[in-house]
């Protein structure tokens, strides 16, 4: 079955550059879609095809692709971004969609 | 405003089976797939599958299939998602998506407020 693969987890200083990437054989023919999650809250969009932000998300967020991997990057992270990141895309049907492992943002 | 309203938490012995329901308001509900993802506890968000609600057309993930039924209620504009043969691997919160587009695959907005399901 098709994986997208996140690192388990990303510490990073109050104010400096989170990237937080994702990998899957289909990323070049699929955008990834990213979703910020919150003990006890909804998921909420951050960055769709690829590399858009949604209305009302921080223009710190922003999204990339190469390849592969789908990256986002969180720049000047505040404390309120501490959080779980998951990646979504579809497999090569589009039938099918799959979230990456997740990772966990520290704030330090 | 576009809204998705689930159905209160649930028990549930292992063996059993449980409907959550998904009650859409604000948009056409006919026009947009209804998709369900769920996070057990400590665990990362997994997706379930989807339903188109015009066509009543499905899509399993391979790890639910033959287990869930997803299904949909034209005239009260409500998805229902049915998990079959639960065993405690099932406690989760379940929650419904709108789709925005079909061309757009992973575009999910709203989302219900989730469904905790307890197996034990």
């Known amino acids: 079955s098709y994986e997208l693969t996140q690192p388990p987890s990303v510490s990073v200083s109050l104010g400096q550059m989170a990237r937080i990437t994702c990998s899957g054989d289909?990323?070049?023919?699929?955008?990834a879609y990213w979703y910020q999650k919150k003990p006890g809250q909804v998921p909420v969009l951050v960055i769709y095809?690829?590399?858009e932000r949604p209305s009302g998300i921080p223009e710190r967020f922003s999204g990339s692709s190469s390849g592969t991997t789908v990256t986002l990057t969180i720049s000047g992270v505040q404390a309120e971004d501490e959080a779980d990141y998951y990646c979504l895309s579809a497999d090569q049907s589009r039938a099918f969609l799959v979230f990456g492992g997740g990772t966990k943002l520290t704030v330090l | 405003q576009v809204q998705l309203v689930q159905s209160g938490a649930e028990v549930k012995k292992p063996g059993a089976s449980v409907r959550v329901s998904c009650k859409a308001s604000?948009?056409?509900?006919?026009?947009?797939?209804i998709n369900w993802v769920r996070q057990a506890t400590g665990h990362g968000l997994e997706w379930m599958g989807w339903m188109n609600p015009n066509s009543g057309y499905t899509d399993y993930a391979q790890k639910f299939q033959g287990r869930v039924t997803m299904t949909r209620d034209i005239s009260t504009d409500t998805a229902y998602m049915e998990l079959s043969s639960l065993t405690s691997e099932d406690t989760a919160v379940y929650y419904c998506?709108?789709?925005?587009?079909?061309?757009?695959?992973?575009?999910?907005?709203?989302w219900g407020q989730g469904t905790l399901v307890t197996v034990s």
């Open positions: 998506a709108r789709e925005i587009s079909a061309n757009d695959r992973g575009w999910f907005d709203p």
């Open positions: 095809k690829d590399n």
């Open positions: 604000g948009y056409n509900f006919a026009n947009y797939d």
């Open positions: 289909t990323l070049p023919k699929q955008y």
